[in-house]
């Protein structure tokens, strides 16, 4: 099984500043044969759904605020909020489904400092 | 506006059986691969299994294995998650989603949860 490992778990940020969460596969993720990385990132509020933001790595979905960003390849990967905003708080988890099965990272906490 | 909306989640006794529905709308559910995922409490998200459009194919996680099937009934437009065998290590909130890109895909839309609690 491919291992997904986030850094940091938990982080504080005041409005405005930038965060950056990043996720590191145990295994490439990226498709040779499309050239396509096989990662997603959501966003999980309490007693809600998760919500797609990022697919192939830096797709971002329509309606997603473009303050949110994915980058990265291989291993490597990087979601990012350029301006966090109240509503951000939030878990992030990475996900590939390169190969089955599909695994999340552990996921990264986001709160206001 | 595509939905996902589940139902049949409950309290179970260790070794008892639940099965979880999750009809679509918006979107005709034969065209697409759909999956389940499930939360235990204070945990991550974990992928439980899959199936694809005509429901011919399925696969599932180690832990549930042998004990939990999917299935579809594409002419409801519902998905179906049938658990056997539970134990109180399955103890969540399971997700139905939609899969866009076949047997290996990002989730696009997610039904609201159904919360499965095996107690006695």
């Known amino acids: 099984d491919i291992v997904m490992t986030q850094s940091p778990d938990s982080l504080a940020v005041s409005l405005g500043e930038r965060t950056t969460i990043n996720c590191k596969s145990s295994q490439s993720v990226l498709s040779s044969s499309d050239n396509k990385n096989f990662l997603a990132w959501y966003q999980h509020k309490p007693g809600q759904p998760p919500r797609l933001l990022i697919y192939?790595?830096?797709a971002r979905l329509s309606g997603v605020p473009d303050r949110f960003s994915g980058s990265g390849s291989g291993t490597d990967f990087t979601l990012s909020i350029s301006s966090l905003q109240a509503e951000d708080v939030a878990v992030y988890y990475c996900?590939?489904?390169?190969?089955?099965?599909?695994?999340f990272g552990q996921g990264t906490k986001v709160e206001i400092k | 506006e595509v939905q996902l909306v589940e139902s049949g989640g409950g309290l179970v006794q260790p070794g008892g059986s639940l099965r979880l529905s999750c009809v679509a709308s918006g979107f005709i559910l034969s065209t697409d691969w759909m999956y389940w995922v499930r939360q235990a409490p204070g945990k991550g998200l974990v992928w439980v299994s899959r199936?694809?459009?005509?429901?011919?194919?399925?696969t599932y996680a180690d832990s549930v294995k042998g004990r939990f099937t999917t299935s579809r009934d594409n002419a409801k437009n519902a998905l179906f998650l049938q658990m056997n065998s539970l134990r109180a290590e399955d103890t969540g909130v399971y997700y139905c989603?939609?899969?866009?890109?076949?047997?290996?895909?990002?989730?696009?839309?997610w039904g609201q949860g159904s919360l499965v609690t095996v107690s006695s």
């Open positions: 192939w790595a830096s």
């Open positions: 199936i694809n459009t005509d429901g011919s194919s399925t």
């Open positions: 989603a939609r899969g866009p890109y076949g047997s290996r895909s990002y989730y696009d839309y």
């Open positions: 996900q590939q489904y390169y190969s089955t099965p599909q695994t």
